[in-house]
């Protein structure tokens, strides 16, 4: 490496000096583009009923302030009374299954969304999974 500067590197910084241009700072933008780039909602204790409008106003609220994406934590269902209950749909009455049945199932929703990361509904070890929001154009 040399410590020598040409001619054109001194004029170029000289420039850049003297003009008022200003450098964004990236880590304030960073910091920034994170904060709108993710949020989570978590549904537990929720009814089915509540749960659905809960997500409803959520996922209208993130894409409206451009969250890119949606961490919905529902459980795993595995402490639902519901289970016992032969006259209960085990599949649709368990917020892990649920909620994205309600989501999938409303056009408005959809029409915000890119993708459910529905591999982690089926997995039965997660409580948890993703919605990926378009962006406002």
């Known amino acids: 490496m040399t410590n020598k500067l040409s001619d054109k590197d001194k004029k170029d910084w000289q420039k850049f000096l003297d003009s008022s241009e200003k450098l964004l700072n990236k880590d304030v933008d960073n910091l920034n583009n994170k904060i ?3 949020r989570t909602i978590d549904l537990h204790g929720y009814t089915l009923e509540d749960a659905n409008k809960k997500i409803s106003e959520f996922i209208e609220n993130c894409y409206v302030n451009k969250v890119k994406k949606v961490n919905v ?4 269902g595995m402490r639902s009374k519901n289970l016992d209950d032969p006259y209960q749909s ?3 009455s368990i917020l892990k299954y649920s909620v994205p ?10 029409s915000k969304i890119i993708k459910i990361d529905l591999e982690s509904v089926l997995s039965p070890s997660k409580g948890n999974f993703d919605i990926f929001l378009k962006t406002i154009k």
Do not use: H, Q, R
């Not at 934590?73 to 795993?76: E, L």
């Not at 049945?101 to 959809?110: D, V």
């Open 36 to 38: 709108n780039s993710e």
């Open 73 to 76: 934590i529902t459980g795993k």
């Open 90 to 92: 085990k599949d649709l």
């Open 101 to 110: 049945e309600y989501i999938k199932s409303n056009p408005e929703l959809m």
